[in-house]
């Protein structure tokens, strides 16, 4: 695990204040929160705490009615106000996500899939972008389905192709909203697998998960959120070994 030393670096992600409303429904009350380089946070919570827009708020997916946040140290969203185009998708590609549902192109091959946004939108050549998707299906153990179809795919298979395309992008983030939740239990293992190779190569990552297994031995951070809001952060041994907070204590009796 990694030992942070905020300030040391800055970081990649800074939120404050961050305020989201449907209608009358408050979601999100006024979250203060850092990401720092190298650093994977998880995010555990109850269902409807407001895991997903928060993480959606932290690519410009949602917009959020009130607070900041800062990407790269370049302002995504200041005092409610997204970044106006065409910044707003350059700051972006800063950020893969992965989403529960796969989302790949059905009718593009596994290997379309993962070059069609570089090819559109970083100066790179066609052949360096497909020696690089080759590169990134290899990391993901898919080299010999290059030229297959999603429907041909597993959901485990499908959710991997998904992270490549991401990688893709040379993101310098990656955000991931419930990626095994799809799947049949035995595919669960070989997605948070590729999840743990990239930890351990560096990459910044937030997920948000219901794998707690995944939570205690990937995580530097375990941050809990309940009714819109942080309620409690710290360490894996810290939050699963002497949470704090009832409703925490509550949420992981309910899962564990
Ligand atoms: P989680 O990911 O923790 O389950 P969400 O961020 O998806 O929580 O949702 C938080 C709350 O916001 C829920 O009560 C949900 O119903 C509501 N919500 C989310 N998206 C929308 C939307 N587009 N319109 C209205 N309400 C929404
Ligand atoms: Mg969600």
Redesign the pocket.
Known sequence: MTEYQPGQNPPVITIRNLG?S??A?T??KGIDFDVFPGQVVV?I????????????CCNGL?HPEQGDVTLCGRPLISGGKMLAEPALNALRKEVGMVFQSFNLFPHLSVLENICVAPVMLRKMSKTAVREQAMQLLEKVGLSTKAQAMPGSLSGGQKQRVAIARALAMSPTVMLF??PTSALDPELVGEVLQVMKLLAQEGMTMIV?THEMGFAREVADLVVV?DG?GIIESGTPDHIFGSPENERTQRFLQSVL
């Open positions: 989201k449907f209608g429904h979601v999100l995010i919570g109850p269902s409807g705490s407001g895991k997903s827009t928060f993480l959606r949602e909203d419930e948000v959120m819109g």
